[in-house]
């Protein structure tokens, strides 16, 4: 069982940066064995991949936050960032981070790929 707790949510002016943090814990086969992914959806939209962080520490994003926004994880804080710069105002969302895996039952770390944990999501608001 994984469990990811989202946090530093809240509002930021267009052209500005946020980095939100996730708290992820899981006991029985290590952090470090799963594929983690942070979504968003606007109002009205469906939601949608911002980028991934495999296992291996490969990384994918949607060409939507290509170049601005960055995923990453400190190992010994086991904690997950979204680091978004550049923002706009089609960057508000709800942001949610997910996990996938363990990597033994559970192959590949897309996008597009199925997640089964889910945090309970934090609120970005980008004011134009």
């Known amino acids: 069982q994984v469990q990811l707790v989202e946090s530093g949510g809240g509002w930021v002016q267009a052209g500005g940066s946020l980095k939100l943090p996730c708290a992820v814990s899981?006991?029985?086969?290590?952090?470090?064995?799963?594929?983690l992914a942070w979504f968003r959806q606007a109002p009205g939209k469906e939601r949608e991949g911002a980028a991934t962080?495999?296992?291996?520490?490969?990384?994918r994003y949607a060409d939507s936050v290509k170049g601005r926004f960055t995923i990453s994880k400190d190992n010994a804080k086991n904690t997950l960032y979204l680091d978004m710069n550049s923002l706009e105002s089609g960057d508000t969302a709800m942001y949610y981070c997910?996990?996938?895996?363990?990597?033994?039952?559970?192959?590949?770390?897309?996008?597009?790929?199925?997640?089964?944990?889910w945090g309970r999501g934090i609120q970005v608001t980008v004011s134009s």
């Open positions: 899981e006991y029985r086969y290590g952090v470090s064995n799963y594929c």
């Open positions: 962080l495999d296992s291996d520490g490969s990384t």
């Open positions: 997910a996990a996938r895996g363990p990597k033994w039952y559970v192959r590949g770390c897309a996008l597009a790929d199925e997640y089964n944990y």
